[in-house]
């Protein structure tokens, strides 16, 4: 174990995390690094939340079964922090990004911290995260850059013309008091369907109403997860055997920090924080040399419900542009600690359950929230609000046809009047002269059954001086089974010359009568 001579400055970073992230063990106030784990392992974190059981496959898994329901794949995750190592082992393949480090390590301790929680990979060494697949992209929030600044960054890259960028899940285990700018920039985030992920933070000293009480981020809590921590049970499957998570500081005793006010709804959930193994700098640049540590702290209990929403995003695209779904679907699958109402404020809805929560987030693949007979992954893939039943029943681009049709019946486009650029509307060509409203080829133009008349004339009707007005059947050539085609019948050739009626069987062509 090493010890740290900290400086001024240190010291001054060291009280700065200490509010949202002890990075302590609860044993004492040393930072105790460890060398790489060989082969890996999982946290206590991850076993007691079931994370391993959705990429593993089994309790206990270290590493990735040969099916997983879930990893992380292809699910874009913002860490906004101090940056994070890139270069460890175990983060160096779920780096997306290239924010271009300062060159001292020491700066990145806090982010590297949350990213091993979150996303460390499956690479046979080390330690494994929530969700060992993601794109985990570092987003500077601290100390020298500004936090708005860095949601901005996030709701450019959102909106930009580059759609592999757009971030779906923010870990953001840091704290900041309201302004203006701040609130609107995370509605804005809310609106995109982005899942914030924040600490309740942490109480310096619990034992007494000092720095560091009450829920920081309650002022914005409707539209974000905001995360307490309990410490490593005894016994998991008992939810008396509970605790908040707490550790020794200068000041007292520190701990997971909840608002005085026994009623306060602000926190949504919690999860693991309290000496949590996780990935460290490395003590050198070198790669061989990457470190681990244990920290406690809503810091790390953070990235933990970051990671579990991530698994959900990948089994349900759905949940990458709804928020609201994602906190709900994570509060009817928590663990319940308490049925006490004046405890809710401490566990919030109980303890993040990985697996219960992505089983839940599939099954929402058959919801139709909005009761438009459209599933919400269906309204999804085209672009649709799985909230609003309007848009589903309404012919949004005028061509005859409702979107619901449009999408599930004839396969055009419900925002294009003229799918195929024919000429001719989608409704027209789908619903009134059955042709292919996606196939330029296929117009009302064409004898569609070989009789000789083109299925709009047949579709339209057609005058004859004996019969009156005729229609008949585009798609099938002898509209009156009397053994005639439809064409024939109306326009006898050779022996047979006087007109019948294609719709009636008794009505055949006969030969002309010469008098």
Not at 195 to 210: F, M, Y
Not at 464 to 493: C, K, Q, R, V
Request: charged share 25%; glycine share 8%; net charge negative.
């Amino acid at each position: 174990m090493n010890k740290k001579l900290i400086t001024i400055p240190a010291l001054v970073f060291l009280l700065f995390l200490l509010v949202v992230g002890n990075i302590s063990t609860v044993k004492g106030v040393e930072w105790p690094e460890i060398e790489e784990p060989d082969p890996q392992v999982i946290s206590w974190g991850l076993d007691v939340i079931n994370a391993e059981k959705v990429w593993g496959g089994n309790e206990d898994a270290t590493m990735i079964c040969a099916n997983p329901i879930a990893t992380g794949a292809r699910i874009n995750v913002a860490i906004v922090d101090n940056d994070f190592d890139y270069m460890h082992n175990d983060l160096i393949d779920r780096f997306a990004n290239d924010p271009n480090f300062e060159e001292s390590l020491a700066n990145h301790a806090h982010g590297t911290e949350c990213a091993g929680v979150l996303a460390a990979s499956d690479n046979g060494k080390g330690i494994v995260g929530v969700a060992p697949e993601v794109n985990l992209y570092s987003i500077h929030g601290r100390p020298d850059y500004s936090l708005t600044d860095a949601l901005q960054q996030i709701i450019e890259m959102n909106t930009d013309d580059d759609s592999t960028n757009d971030i779906s899940v923010i870990s953001m285990s840091l704290t900041l008091g309201p302004s203006d700018d701040l609130i609107n920039k995370i509605a804005i985030l809310y609106e995109q369907g982005v899942s914030i992920v924040l600490p309740s933070g942490n109480a310096i000293d619990i034992t007494a109403e000092t720095y560091g009480h009450g829920v920081r981020w309650g002022f914005i809590s409707d539209k974000v997860i905001i995360v307490g921590a309990i410490a490593e049970p005894d016994d998991p499957n008992d939810p008396a055997d509970y605790e908040l998570a707490t550790w020794p500081t200068y000041w007292g005793t520190g701990g997971s920090n909840y608002d005085v006010d026994p009623g306060d709804p602000s926190v949504c959930l919690v999860a693991p924080g309290d000496t949590v193994l996780t990935t460290y700098i490395r003590t050198s640049g070198s790669q061989t040399d990457s470190t681990y540590i244990y920290v406690s702290g809503t810091s790390i209990a953070t990235p933990m419900v970051a990671g579990v929403v991530a698994l959900m995003q990948e089994v349900n695209p759905v949940l990458r542009k709804d928020c609201d779904a994602v906190k709900q679907i994570l509060e009817e699958t928590a663990f319940t600690l308490t049925a006490d109402e004046d405890a809710i404020a401490k566990f919030g809805a109980g303890l993040v359950q990985a697996d219960a929560a992505v089983s839940l987030a599939q099954e929402y693949l058959d919801y139709d929230r909005d009761g438009d007979t459209l599933k919400d992954i269906t309204e999804y893939i085209h672009g649709l609000d799985w909230h609003d039943n309007s848009d589903g029943l309404a012919d949004q681009d005028v061509d005859g046809l409702i979107t619901r049709d449009e999408i599930m019946i004839h396969n055009t486009f419900w925002y294009d009047y003229d799918s195929d650029d024919d000429g001719w509307s989608d409704g027209d060509e789908c619903a009134i002269y059955g042709t292919n409203g996606r196939s330029s080829e296929d117009t009302p133009m064409l004898d569609h059954d070989g009789d000789g008349i083109i299925t709009k004339t047949e579709v339209d009707g057609f005058y004859m001086d004996e019969f009156g007005w005729i229609y008949t059947e585009p798609y099938n050539s002898d509209t009156d089974g009397d053994s005639w085609s439809d064409g024939y019948e109306i326009a006898p050739l050779g022996y047979f010359e006087t007109p019948s009626d294609p719709t009636d069987p008794f009505s055949v062509p006969r030969p002309f009568t010469r008098w």
